[in-house]
């Protein structure tokens, strides 16, 4: 039933480890054996972290644990090519180029199947594995997401300037993927007119190094006209300083969810390292040479070279203006120095993948960890430039003494990716929440899906508010995170609809909410997951309020947090619609999407009431029949064959049942959860290009692939964490109050029933623990039997 993966002896697996990967080995290994991150290139530094040891922690009356700690430096054990293919609705919408933790930085490749096409939605961060052509390097994109946006800033090298290369289909050219590389801070393509390009970024500062076939004739070309597939150019604006080497201006784009608030422009300010030896630009026509500044839709301009070194071009990026975007590049690349730049990226990467240490006896679980560590810190986004300045939600520039982040995914995010940020990089945490504190100060409403300066109003629900509660719960200061401010905010919109004409679209129909205690199917679309969202959102409130010390609001919304308890049709046994003369809508079909669901059916549905998950397997007959119908959603699951469409029973590749593996132990049951999250690990994950099992979603899924590795899943909102089956045999998380060790001396594939669990070597009568047990450190052992 399970896969069963190969052990391997320490010092082969050390070999395998140290082993550098063949050029262009993109695909991943799937065997336990040989390169362990494909398509990586050989990392320049060693380890950079400090205070981490590999040695084992074993004490002296517990056996030697199995297997051995991920080799360092931690990074060869990153693939960015994971998730960066898939079809349909597996497309994982990653992509291979480089940037440092967070940064705002993402130059990589624009690519295209032959002849220029590219479906948006499978190229929502510029890039698909199978494509075989490249049209230039954009400097900005989100990760993960289904939406396509950004792509700011495209540079694209060539061999001699014509009037065709205004247009990509001019300066398009084919890519050699036997030659592709990528690792943690660094990208390298060889195309096929023979120029090498790699990509490495600082946080605020994309760097391109085009080394050209010798004898040829230099060109790049910066295009403000074109862009990502379905993103619109709004503006562009060039204006060319030859003696200076330099090249300012914005380039002002209008994806899939900017386009809701008129779009997002981008300053930035372009240097190379070697004098032009010629420049032109154009306007909507044929370039004009010497011509050194253009405004407009379809501008651009061009610096040719002459013969001889590599061309660093280095592009610093504000949201401000471009005078910040060149102080930018002042203070992170002055030298245009290429090396430097990827040796601190490596190095930034290094430092945060040490703060967990895995053990295993697999070199491809080593893979599959760590790229998901990766893909966890790419999103957020930074957005405040090195003197604290960052343009806000009210497109005034404000200033801030620390970093101001944006692009916050929260509707898929608040689940896996903050809670693991709270648990493990609180530092991170704590920034993004002050920025989301201050979007709803400048803006005057907390957004529920921020992207880049603007309010975009996707998805459903208020999630911020079960955020701010998953980090208050587990011990952030609320004074410095300025809860009071952002309650403020979060309650307003709790309690009544906005006014017209604000760009913040607010709760659907709370009016009837209040009033009827669930969101009517006459409201519209998603009316039954607007009731569950909210309900989870004012559980959320409950608990921000008592931190706050507002007992009447505590109780009012602790209230509130059972309205779920009102769509739960107990004929239908189904979490449904209902129309506002109390009738409950019923449902033909379960496994088909409803109207009044948002991204899911009425199955995947059934368990989406995190917070209260026993009062839902009440309603359903108590924790026996509960867990008897989970088990049977999820044999439904194993038999499902998967295709481009969602599946129909559980589904990981979206986010409303992605917490269902572990309302097994909710209920008790620890060998169910530590059964099926085991199963949706190894089913639903690779380490190919369609490796992830739909879009990460700002790297949501991957940070769901980590806490099931990790054997503990937390529920958002809350302190609990449940208990799983880890896939390695100790693993050490440094966490602020001192060391977590979860140890698990059986890790196979088909010997994943839990036996016993017991914290600090007491037995454990629940699969649970709180956070406040394990903020300080300690050792959960997990024993696991066939």
């Not at 957020?380 to 497109?395: H, K, W």
């Not at 991170?428 to 975009?456: F, H, I, K, N, V």
Request: charged letters at 20%; glycine letters at 12%.
């Amino acid at each position: 039933m399970f896969p069963r993966l190969r052990l391997l002896p320490a010092a082969f697996l050390l070999a395998a480890c140290n082993e550098t990967p063949p050029a262009g080995a993109t695909d991943g290994d799937t065997s336990t054996s040989g390169s362990t991150s494909s398509g990586a290139t050989e990392p320049t530094t060693g380890s950079t972290s400090e205070g981490t040891s590999m040695s084992p922690t074993t004490g002296p009356e517990e056996p030697e644990l199995p297997g051995m700690f991920a080799p360092e430096p931690l990074i060869r054990h990153v693939n960015p090519f994971i998730g960066t293919g898939g079809s349909g609705y597996g497309v994982g919408s990653a992509f291979p180029g480089p940037q440092v933790p967070f940064g705002l930085a993402r130059p990589g490749p624009d690519t295209t199947l032959a002849g220029g096409f590219a479906l948006g939605f499978s190229h929502c961060a510029g890039y698909h594995y199978d494509d075989t052509e490249v049209q230039g390097f954009s400097q900005t994109r989100m990760h993960g997401t289904g939406i396509v946006d950004y792509g700011a800033v495209r540079v694209m090298p060539t061999l001699g300037m014509s009037p065709d290369k205004t247009d990509p289909g001019g300066y398009r050219v084919a890519l050699d993927k036997a030659t592709e590389k990528a690792s943690a801070g660094y990208y390298a393509v060889t195309l096929a007119s023979g120029i090498e390009a790699e990509l490495t970024a600082t946080a605020r500062v994309g760097l391109q190094r085009f080394t050209f076939p010798e004898g040829q004739d230099p060109v790049v070309i910066l295009d403000l006209a074109h862009g990502l597939p379905d993103v619109e150019t709004v503006s562009g604006q060039v204006e060319v300083d030859a003696k200076a080497g330099e090249i300012r201006g914005h380039h002002h784009v209008s994806g899939g969810y900017s386009g809701r608030f008129g779009g997002v422009k981008v300053y930035y300010a372009l240097r190379a390292s070697r004098p032009f030896a010629e420049f032109g630009s154009w306007n909507d026509g044929a370039p004009t040479a010497g011509a050194p500044s253009q405004e407009g839709e379809a501008v651009g301009a061009y610096l040719r070279f002459d013969p001889g070194e590599p061309v660093v071009i280095a592009v610093g990026l504000s949201f401000v203006d471009a005078a910040h975007a060149a102080m930018n590049l002042d203070a992170e690349a002055p030298e245009l120095d290429f090396e430097a730049a990827r040796t601190a990226a490596e190095a930034a990467w290094e430092k945060d993948l040490a703060r967990v240490q895995v053990r295993g006896e697999s070199a491809r679980d080593f893979e599959l960890f760590y790229s998901a560590l990766y893909h966890v810190l790419l999103m957020p986004t930074l957005a405040s430039d090195v003197d604290g300045s960052y343009r806000g939600l009210d497109d005034a520039v404000h200033t801030t003494d620390g970093p101001y982040y944006t692009d916050f995914s929260l509707w898929d995010t608040f689940r896996t990716l903050h809670p693991l940020l709270t648990l493990l990089y609180p530092e991170y945490q704590g920034d993004m929440l002050r920025s989301l504190t201050r979007m709803a100060e400048d803006g005057g409403w907390m957004p529920r899906w921020p992207l880049g300066t603007g309010y975009t109003n996707g998805m459903d629900g208020e999630s911020a508010t079960v955020v701010y509660a998953d980090s208050i719960l587990k011990g952030f200061d609320p004074e410095e995170v300025g809860l009071a401010s952002a309650y403020a905010a979060m309650r307003e919109t709790a309690m009544a609809p906005v006014p017209p004409g604000s760009p913040y679209g607010g709760r659907m129909a709370v009016d009837k909410y209040i009033e009827l205690g669930y969101v009517p199917v006459e409201a519209g679309f998603s009316s039954s997951s607007w009731t569950l969202e909210s309900a989870y959102n004012d559980f959320a409130l409950s608990k921000l309020a008592e931190a706050l010390g507002e007992q009447g609001d505590a109780a009012m919304f602790a209230e509130r947090a059972g309205y779920w308890k009102n769509v739960w049709d107990p004929d239908q046994q189904l979490l449904v619609a209902r129309s506002e003369s109390g009738a409950f809508v019923p449902v033909a079909d379960p496994l088909t999407w409803q109207d009044f669901y948002a991204e899911g059916n009425a199955l995947q549905y059934a368990w989406y009431t995190p917070h209260d998950i026993e009062g839902l397997a009440d309603a359903m007959g108590g924790p026996d029949a509960a867990l008897q119908r989970l088990q049977k959603f999820f044999e439904d699951s194993e038999k499902e064959v998967l295709g481009l469409m969602p599946q129909q029973y559980y589904w990981q590749g979206n986010e409303p049942d992605i917490h269902a593996p572990f309302v097994f132990s909710a209920l008790g049951d620890h060998a169910g959860s530590a059964r099926w999250s085991r199963w949706v690990l190894r089913n639903r994950y690779g380490d190919t290009p369609s490796g992830l099992p739909g879009n990460d979603d700002g790297g949501t899924m991957s940070a769901w692939l980590m806490f099931a590795a990790l054997g503990v899943f937390p529920i958002a909102g809350t302190e609990v964490y449940l208990l799983g089956s880890p896939i390695f045999s100790e693993s050490i998380l440094h966490l602020e109050g001192g060391d977590l060790r979860i140890v698990a001396p059986v890790t196979s594939d088909d010997a994943v029933h839990s036996a016993a669990a017991s914290w600090q070597g007491e037995p454990l009568a629940q699969p649970r623990l709180l956070h406040g047990d394990i903020a300080q450190g300690g050792t959960l052992q997990i024993d696991l039997g066939p």
